[in-house]
């Protein structure tokens, strides 16, 4: 892990807090920038590796400007028992349309995978970068500063994600699928329940398949609706749950005649495939498995009643 920003106590013209933020804001442009970049990602939640920074309590990823710096943090993560891979990120060339009245031309555009995956993060709860530049000392920045205004807000108060529950249940698979030695028995108990009391009154999305001819309707008949399901590779079968809209999205790319519904914990229960194992939270993620048998006790332990 790279070490913190240090800076010195005295500063010759006495403006300590000034020179600080001169820095932060440098810091803050060279992440906009960045054409290029490397992120630490965890292969136990499918998703970006996270810390609770120690100073302030942000929920961090790291983000190295160096694929070499990014590797050595990678190494020493993996010395205290945490698996993690490093993802690159670039500007890529992609081809689009050119418009309607030349719809089999096409032009080229520029993505910026950098700032993409950064706009993913509030939905994943993180609050925070842990940024090393090139042979520079790292620092930890807010991703409020990085990402357009009001960003984080509109993905806050919006029902379609729900950050919180995403964020204490990839901490939950980080610790809970390290090697055995390497767990905290206490912690791993206070992220369980942590998750547990954001589960219970949470609204998780399923994808369900209308009947034929009506999957655009305004309005479907649940009733009439069928639940995809996932099957293992040893023949298990699964109902696959998300905890937003954006797991939703990833599962369902390319499938279009599925439609999103979203149903209180508390009523999951009434959805179910037959010979079904478990539910199964975020396929595309931390993959989490929740039995049938896990919801009553989960609500009774959290005092939430079925309704």
Wanted: glycine share 4%; with cysteine; hydrophobic share 35%.
């Amino acid at each position: 892990m790279p070490s913190e920003t240090k800076t010195p106590d005295v500063y010759p013209d006495g403006n300590h807090a000034e020179a600080q933020e001169a820095t932060e804001k440098a810091l803050i442009a060279e992440i906009r920038a960045l054409g290029k970049a490397y992120a630490l990602f965890s292969p136990l939640t499918n998703l970006s590796y996270v810390e609770c920074e120690e100073e302030n309590y942000n929920d961090q990823i790291q983000l190295y400007a160096a694929k070499e710096e990014a590797e050595k943090a990678a190494e020493e993560l993996e010395e205290k028992g945490i698996r993690v891979t490093v993802r690159e990120f670039q500007t890529v060339e992609v081809s689009v349309p050119a418009g309607a009245e030349h719809p089999a031309k096409e032009k080229k555009m520029y993505l910026n995978q950098v700032r993409q995956y950064l706009g993913t993060l509030p939905f994943i709860g993180v609050n925070a970068i842990l940024y090393k530049p090139k042979e520079r000392e790292a620092a930890s920045v807010c991703l409020s500063s990085v990402l357009p205004e009001d960003f984080e807000k509109k993905v806050m108060g919006n029902g379609l994600y729900q950050p919180n529950l995403q964020l204490t249940g990839l901490y939950l698979m980080q610790e809970a699928r390290r090697k055995k030695e390497y767990v905290d028995k206490k912690q791993l108990q206070e992220m369980d329940e942590e998750f547990s009391s954001n589960l219970v009154r949470s609204g998780l999305f399923l994808a369900v398949l209308p009947p034929k001819g009506h999957e655009k309707d305004d309005k479907i008949d649940l009733r009439q609706c069928q639940l995809p399901y996932l099957t293992h590779q040893n023949g298990d079968r699964f109902l696959p749950v998300f905890t937003d809209i954006w797991e939703y999205q990833k599962y369902t790319q390319g499938k279009e005649q599925v439609r999103p519904i979203q149903v209180p914990f508390a009523k999951l229960m009434g959805f179910w495939v037959k010979d079904a194992k478990a539910y199964m939270m975020n396929p595309m993620g931390y993959s989490l498995p929740i039995t049938r048998e896990m919801i009553p006790r989960i609500l009774e332990r959290f005092a939430v009643e079925e309704k």
